[in-house]
């Protein structure tokens, strides 16, 4: 919680659900990633938070963007990016999308099979294309799936094909999870790395990239390394893999970068309890899984939640969303303490909840308008 948006909520008294962002917050980020990765160019997730102010004052400062479709890379585009600071970084993508994507001047794609080089070769020709490999996500609060990523003895006949389909075959990039809380997380995949490398090499391509990915977290209830130690971590597993052929680096974080810039306000609707021996009360909000807290899914993320009681003594309480539907609980298994005092009519502030929250919103379920957003 920062003063300006303390500030902003007491002053302007937005009502309904809502998420404030605050831009100092992300521009001190943005600085910490620069200056604790002084070699390493920052690639900023766009899905984290695609808001244009956000995007804008990331352009100002200097980053490049990391988009997933057609329409994030429109809006980096528009908030002030040039097409060489823009990477087409999802690896599942329309041909018909990478054309649009090239003619709009992108030359940096992502791949993880030979089929996806084949449609960036024809639609894309002569680009830059890196290898995603898989990474197992272990010490990730929200671990990635086996969905993106190729095996990496696999990466060096993807980057051939590449290569000989007249693509610059350029790197190999990974994502160790999300919310990556282990700076040691990052070895193991810098070590894939360094052998694809060197295969590549003994094929006569030389590669010259590493695209490190996200994974940075947001510090939620639990501490959270800094900035500084991430890098020092992944400046030692270089070193270690690379030696004196130290590669050029990208990062991607998107959580790490907005998570700890938003605040969203929320209002108790109903407090009650299922029987009347029931020692957990249930406390329903104005906001839930559908309003842009899906990363509560399987009780992954827990944000710390603040109210204007919090001296008081507290008890358990599942927490839940307000729209009909059952799965629309945030915490039950592992009830969340919220003060006996608290009463329908009451403002919550969840903080840590720049990330992952306004473009998870539905648009409209039961009713309920997407999340608001106020940058500030
Ligand atoms: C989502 C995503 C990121 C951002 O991940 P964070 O854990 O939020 O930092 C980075 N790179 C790619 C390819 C992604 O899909």
Redesign the pocket.
Known sequence: MTDRIREFLRTRRPDGPCLVVDLDVVREKYLSFAKAMPDTRVFY?V??NPAPEVLALLAELGSCF?T?SVAEIEMALAAGATPERISF?NTIKKERDVARAFELGVRLY?VDCEAEVEKVSRAAPGSKVFCRILSDGAGAE?PLSKKFGCDPAMAPRVLDHAHRLGLEAYGV?F?VG??QRNTGAWDAAVASAAQIFREMADRGITLKMVNL????PTRYLKNVPAVQAYAQAISDAILTHFGNHVPETII?????MVGSAGVIKTEVVLISKKSDDDDVRWVYLDIGKFGGLAETMDEAIRYPIKSERDGDEKTACVLAGPTCDSADVLYEKDPYFLPVSLEIGDELLIEGTG?YTTTYSAVAFNGFAPLKSYVI
Do not use: M, T, V
Not at 213 to 216: A, D, Q, R, S, V
Not at 252 to 256: I, K, L, V
């Open positions: 997730a899905k984290a990391d997933a970084g992502a929200w990039s994502h999300s919310q990915g996200g994974g940075f991607e974080p998107g959580r790490g990330a």
